[in-house]
């Protein structure tokens, strides 16, 4: 289905919905009615520099979300979920319509509920509500944790959870310490090639993707509310399997990978010899795979006070693959494994105030290194790049003005210095004409029902 049909195919079923909606077919109180929502969202980015996913240098409209959640309360202690959406942010997501979470829960008590099915994957303290655009001050969550290109692989998971809060009657005794609540998922994500997580592992490991498929993962939740009122802390571990493969691009990274290789494998040889064992290797455009586990550390805390909340997040990801590269020698083909580590670190500060009834106001400072291990560049997966795509760190200040109850408007400013994302979703054609200190501006229409 084109990007077009998919649009016209979601307007039709957000205008049924609205009939719906004003006809109060689908709102009703009792067991037997389904419960109906929606929201639709258009936003506008403009950079002056630097192509931001989307081609936002000539402005860009490529941005917009829409959402039809579905309710029923099948009995007592038992509900059916399910949520269409679509989005579109230049090449990701392309309005293609999508069951993000659809399962049935059972609720046995305030510390257990189970639920199986599609679900949500948390992810830091607002990847739940990230759909929720009512919910937040900002257009675009911080980057250094809410990396936009991961939204759509990450977003949800097949398989089951359980969750729940507070203390069984024997603990009691402990609510004076605040409330503990927890998260067990363990699933599978989806990510096919065309994902934003398989094209940011690809572009990390320079190597156009040909197939990508995951592996079961689990993600654990722990949060904390605490005896200080308005405060939270939350600590979460996850990990998923991932398959990849593709060629190599032909560029330095992979000359500094044949190198190392030629040293695996001929550690007696004089460098002479190894150098002219490197000169008629030929590992550009070859074939390679890549199977392993990502794995993610996130902690967070989260402090609100009548109209002011502050909070902050560090988010540590290690990718860990085993790599088969195929390689020409003296017209040959042969292959050696070699062990893949990349660890990525993200985190941000930010703070928002209610200012009135109808306007709040909010700034962040976020920053994400690519590979932790080169901050300034010069090596590792950025071998190649300039020296500012090792880093980008945003400040941002934004401002949100309530329209009406059911809807919305945000408008806000980045400053950027560093272009570690703006590969992300494709290589660029040259990567001299980028700029290391960039402006963005965002706007955002959001409305619900």
Same mark, same amino acid.
């Given at each position: 289905?084109?990007?077009? +049909? =998919?649009?016209?195919?979601? &307007? &039709?079923?957000?205008?049924?919905?609205? @009939?719906?909606?004003?006809?109060?077919?689908?709102?009703?109180?009792?067991?037997?009615?389904?419960?109906?929502?929606?929201?639709?969202?258009?936003?506008?980015?403009?950079?002056?520099?630097?192509?931001?996913?989307?081609?936002?240098?000539?402005?860009? !409209?490529?941005?917009?979300?829409?959402?039809? =959640?579905?309710?029923?309360?099948?009995?007592?202690?038992?509900?059916?979920?399910?949520? !269409? !959406?679509?989005?579109?942010?230049?090449?990701?997501?392309?309005?293609?319509?999508?069951? =993000?979470?659809?399962?049935? #829960?059972?609720?046995?008590?305030? +510390? !257990?509920?189970f639920r199986a099915g599609k679900s949500k994957v948390s992810y830091g303290l607002y990847g739940d509500s990230r759909d929720m655009d009512m919910l937040r001050t900002f257009v675009l969550l911080p980057q250094g944790v809410y990396t936009e290109a991961f939204r759509?692989?990450?977003?949800?998971?097949?398989?089951?959870?359980?969750?729940?809060?507070?203390?069984?009657?024997?603990?009691?005794?402990?609510?004076?310490?605040?409330?503990?609540?927890?998260?067990?998922?363990?699933?599978?994500?989806?990510?096919?090639?065309?994902?934003?997580?398989?094209?940011?592992l690809a572009m990390t490991l320079h190597t156009d993707p040909e197939e990508s498929t995951s592996d079961t993962s689990y993600n654990l939740v722990l949060g904390w509310e605490t005896p200080v009122p308005g405060l939270r802390l939350q600590g979460q571990y996850s990990?998923?399997?991932?398959?990849?493969?593709?060629? %190599?691009?032909?560029?330095?990274?992979?000359?500094?990978?044949?190198?190392?290789?030629?040293?695996?494998?001929?550690?007696?040889?004089?460098?002479?010899?190894?150098?002219? @064992? #490197?000169?008629?290797?030929?590992?550009?455009?070859?074939?390679?795979?890549?199977?392993?586990?990502? #794995?993610?550390?996130?902690?967070?805390?989260?402090?609100?006070?009548?109209?002011? %909340?502050?909070?902050?997040? +560090?988010?540590?990801?290690?990718?860990?693959?085993?790599?088969?590269?195929?390689? &020409?020698?003296?017209?040959?083909?042969?292959?050696?494994?070699?062990?893949?580590?990349?660890?990525?670190?993200?985190?941000?500060?930010?703070?928002?105030?209610?200012? #009135?009834?109808?306007?709040?106001?909010?700034?962040?400072? %976020?920053?994400?290194?690519?590979?932790?291990?080169?901050?300034?560049?010069?090596?590792?997966? =950025?071998?190649?790049?300039?020296?500012?795509?090792?880093?980008?760190k945003d400040s941002c200040i934004a401002a949100r003005f309530d329209l009406s109850p059911n809807s919305i408007f945000k408008i806000e400013g980045h400053y950027i210095d560093g272009g570690a994302q703006l590969d992300y979703v494709k290589p660029l054609d040259d990567?001299?004409? %980028?700029?290391?200190?960039?402006?963005?501006?965002?706007?955002?229409?959001?409305?619900?029902?």
């Amino acid at each position: 289905m084109s990007k077009t +049909q =998919n649009r016209q195919t979601m &307007k &039709k079923i957000l205008i049924l919905v609205i @009939i719906l909606f004003y006809t109060e077919a689908g709102f009703a109180t009792d067991h037997d009615a389904i419960d109906i929502h929606g929201f639709i969202t258009q936003g506008y980015l403009k950079t002056d520099h630097n192509d931001f996913i989307a081609e936002t240098e000539d402005g860009s !409209f490529e941005f917009n979300e829409m959402g039809l =959640n579905f309710n029923k309360r099948l009995s007592d202690g038992l509900d059916f979920s399910l949520q !269409f !959406f679509a989005y579109d942010f230049g090449g990701l997501g392309n309005d293609r319509i999508a069951i =993000n979470h659809a399962g049935v #829960s059972y609720y046995v008590n305030q +510390q !257990f509920t189970f639920r199986a099915g599609k679900s949500k994957v948390s992810y830091g303290l607002y990847g739940d509500s990230r759909d929720m655009d009512m919910l937040r001050t900002f257009v675009l969550l911080p980057q250094g944790v809410y990396t936009e290109a991961f939204r759509d692989s990450i977003h949800s998971a097949k398989g089951f959870e359980i969750y729940g809060s507070g203390y069984p009657e024997p603990l009691k005794f402990m609510e004076p310490l605040g409330e503990f609540y927890y998260k067990i998922q363990y699933g599978i994500m989806d990510i096919p090639k065309d994902s934003g997580v398989s094209h940011v592992l690809a572009m990390t490991l320079h190597t156009d993707p040909e197939e990508s498929t995951s592996d079961t993962s689990y993600n654990l939740v722990l949060g904390w509310e605490t005896p200080v009122p308005g405060l939270r802390l939350q600590g979460q571990y996850s990990e998923y399997g991932v398959f990849l493969s593709g060629k %190599t691009f032909d560029d330095e990274f992979w000359d500094e990978i044949k190198i190392q290789a030629i040293d695996q494998l001929y550690p007696d040889l004089s460098q002479d010899l190894k150098n002219a @064992i #490197s000169s008629a290797v030929i590992i550009g455009d070859m074939p390679v795979s890549y199977s392993g586990d990502v #794995s993610m550390y996130i902690i967070g805390a989260e402090f609100t006070w009548r109209g002011l %909340t502050l909070a902050a997040e +560090q988010v540590f990801f290690n990718m860990k693959y085993k790599t088969r590269i195929k390689y &020409k020698a003296a017209g040959e083909d042969s292959v050696f494994d070699y062990t893949f580590e990349n660890p990525t670190l993200g985190y941000y500060y930010m703070g928002s105030y209610q200012i #009135s009834d109808w306007l709040k106001i909010g700034g962040y400072y %976020t920053v994400y290194y690519p590979d932790k291990d080169n901050k300034k560049g010069g090596g590792g997966t =950025n071998l190649g790049n300039p020296d500012y795509f090792a880093w980008q760190k945003d400040s941002c200040i934004a401002a949100r003005f309530d329209l009406s109850p059911n809807s919305i408007f945000k408008i806000e400013g980045h400053y950027i210095d560093g272009g570690a994302q703006l590969d992300y979703v494709k290589p660029l054609d040259d990567y001299s004409k %980028t700029h290391r200190y960039w402006y963005l501006f965002a706007a955002k229409l959001s409305y619900n029902f």
